[in-house]
């Protein structure tokens, strides 16, 4: 069921900071533009690299879930690992029937194509985002 690794989700309490610095620590080339997700109430940018992306999360709005983590993280870390599957709700149903924990239901993530969660409880201590291949991908 596990496809490739799309991306490693960090939090961050300013973006631009961090786009900066991948670029000059880490000579990074390509970043997308910074832009507002509200409905998840995260800003969001991503970081190009040649084998995969890391996707900067910034809290957008007041209740932006992310918040919390940076409360405890106030500098930003590491949130979120995602994977790749072929189908979201076969994987979200498959999760289920092996007793994991998903959190909420199937939603248009920042690559435009079905997300979920999984709790860190059943992955280790790490959030699992499981993200439907792009059709484009193929």
């Keep these: 069921m596990i496809g490739r690794l799309n991306h490693i989700g960090i939090a ?13 620590l880490m000579g990074a080339t390509s ?8 409905d ?15 996707e900067l999360i910034e809290p957008y709005g007041e209740n932006s879930p992310i918040h919390a983590f940076l409360e ?14 072929p189908d979201i709700y076969v994987a979200r149903d498959e999760m289920k029937a092996k007793g994991a924990t998903v959190l909420g239901e199937p ?7 079905l ?22 991908a193929h």
């Design 12 to 24: 961050t309490p300013s973006i631009e900071d961090s786009v900066a610095m991948y670029k000059d």
């Design 107 to 113: 939603r248009i993530g920042a690559h435009g194509t």
């Design 115 to 136: 997300i979920i969660f999984i709790h860190p409880k059943n992955m280790g201590g790490v959030l699992v985002e499981l993200m439907e291949t792009p059709k484009e």
């Design 72 to 85: 405890k993280n106030p500098k930003g870390g590491q949130h979120h690992v995602c994977f790749e599957v």
């Design 31 to 38: 970043a997308t533009e910074k832009r507002a997700m509200p």
């Design 40 to 54: 998840q109430g995260v800003w969001v940018s991503f970081v190009d690299l040649p084998n995969s992306q890391i």
